[in-house]
């Protein structure tokens, strides 16, 4: 089998320093900053002495039976003029080119425990395999069982028997305290020629690519090309700080933009692996959304930061009211969340049952509340559940319908919950016209949609949206931040220019 559009690695061994630095006892940091600073003059020494704990995988599946094993299509940022490449890299193999029997992959890993004789490598390689095998640069080859992969991260851990033969192993090193433009190593098999050794910077990080909850990829330009999958990219202490998984190319080879799985990620996955043959991720049990700038300010919050919580799962670990839809998350255990993408990352790698304190904004104040983390694992059992509405109804002067902002609202009532096919659970005002052109049109608000809250207030009659919106006129407010409702009660947050 050809593999799909992402990289292949390979093994790595524990390595001595690069380069010996000599000069005056005085100096040597500074000979050694400036030796790296002009890049590695050979990597001869650190390849040699790698390259037995980098190996090739090969796999073997019955064709057509079960799954591709192919992981999903990533995708570049919207409009991106590469999108177009990245799709070919990743097209399917056409089915005349595969065998009539067997399918057949071949990528790379890397071994980090040489006495228990594990060997780290990504899912895709090994996916669906009905046998896996370790190859070495000698020559020598070991079967591998599986013991355990995780498709968020596409990992994968396997053991080979530590008694047949002398392993070497790779220590993984700290990703997070890499730099753009700091030196990095990949060795692995592209297109089946083991033992390849190219040489790169860090190009960028923290990049998202679309491939899964966990996106947080450092870019390469070492050169990285079809059969690197799995493998590790070195720095120059020769430790392990990426695992290569994906390229973007517009002809099936390398064109210097290849994407690795930072250690500091792949650390975590791979300990649960082998200690429990699954992952076990922290849950908070909420949905979340980007705190836009005009969020932020009709919050009264100084920047755009954090995630706001657009709903809470019913069942989850926060729904007893400590954390509340409309919260915006700005800490987690301690850890700054700068956006929304952080949450998830922090929250999962956490573990089970800790009690944590998490601050958040709500109704313009910080406050810290206490929430005990359940499983991610187990929240596929309430993936269907939805978040309802408040049910908070007040007593006030009866307005039945009314327009503001281009939204033209009235009181949810049988009929109209009938016409619109709205939850019973949902509760608050509807929305039976939006203006075209209006900034309601602009932000996506429909017909059919719920106003739950204003400003973080609950809304049941068309006279509390008004008298909420003219209250917030009154504070000098610009802008109107509104939680909505789909007919079957999943929420998300608007802002409405009232200007």
């Not at 406050?367 to 559940?385: H, I, M, P, Q, W």
């Amino acid at each position: 089998m050809t593999p799909s559009k992402i990289l292949r690695a390979t093994r790595v061994a524990p390595v001595a320093a690069l380069l010996a630095l000599g000069g005056l006892a005085a100096t040597p940091v500074i000979v050694a900053q400036e030796a790296r600073a002009e890049g590695p003059a050979s990597v001869a020494d650190l390849a040699e002495r790698l390259a037995g704990a980098v190996v090739n995988i090969s796999t073997s599946r019955s064709a057509g039976g079960g799954s591709s094993g192919r992981v999903p299509l990533p995708k570049l940022p919207e409009g991106s003029p590469l999108q177009e490449f990245f799709d070919d890299f990743f097209q399917d193999e056409p089915e005349a080119d595969r065998g009539p029997r067997q399918a057949q992959s071949l990528g790379s890993g890397f071994v980090i425990d040489a006495k228990e004789g594990i060997v780290v490598t990504n899912n895709h390689v090994i996916s669906d395999a009905d046998e896996i095998v370790v190859n070495f640069t000698d020559g020598g080859k070991l079967d591998a069982e599986l013991l355990g992969v995780d498709t968020k991260t596409d990992l994968a851990v396997l053991k080979v028997d530590a008694s047949k033969r002398e392993l070497q192993e790779v220590p993984f090193g700290d990703s997070d305290r890499m730099r753009i433009g700091d030196w990095v190593m990949a060795i692995g098999n592209p297109f089946g020629l083991g033992g390849t050794v190219t040489v790169g910077i860090v190009s960028a990080r923290n990049r998202e690519i679309g491939s899964g909850p966990y996106d947080d990829f450092i870019q390469t330009d070492a050169a990285i090309n079809r059969g690197n999958s799995g493998g590790p990219l070195f720095n120059m202490d020769g430790e392990v700080i990426g695992i290569n998984t994906a390229i973007i190319s517009p002809t099936g080879g390398s064109i210097g933009i290849g994407f690795s799985i930072p250690s500091a990620l792949a650390i975590k996955v791979v300990d649960q692996l082998r200690e429990f043959g699954e992952t076990r991720r922290g849950w908070l049990g909420v949905r979340i959304q980007e705190v836009t700038d005009d969020i932020a300010e009709s919050l009264g919050m100084d920047e755009a930061m954090g995630a706001m919580v657009s709903g809470v799962i019913e069942g989850g670990p926060v729904d007893d009211g400590s954390i509340q839809p409309g919260d915006v998350i700005i800490t987690f255990d301690g850890q700054t969340v700068e956006n929304v993408r952080e949450l998830p990352r922090i929250v999962a790698e956490s573990p089970v049952g800790k009690e944590v304190d998490v601050t958040v904004v709500r109704k313009g104040e910080e406050e810290t509340v206490k929430v005990t983390l359940g499983r991610l694992e187990d929240s596929e059992k309430l993936a269907s559940a939805e978040t309802p509405g408040d049910e908070q109804a007040g007593e006030s002067e009866a307005v039945s319908s009314a327009a503001v902002l281009g939204m033209h609202m009235a009181e949810l009532n049988d009929a109209l919950r009938e016409q619109y096919e709205i939850s019973a659970d949902v509760n608050g005002v509807v929305i039976t016209k939006v203006d075209e052109d209006s900034v309601a049109a602009d932000k996506g608000v429909a017909v059919g949609d719920v106003i739950v809250e204003i400003a973080q207030a609950t809304v049941s009659t068309p006279k509390e949206a008004l008298d909420r919106l003219e209250e917030l006129k009154g504070q000098g407010r610009r802008n109107a931040l509104l939680m909505l409702a789909s007919k079957n009660g999943e929420l998300r947050f608007v802002t409405l220019r009232m200007d």
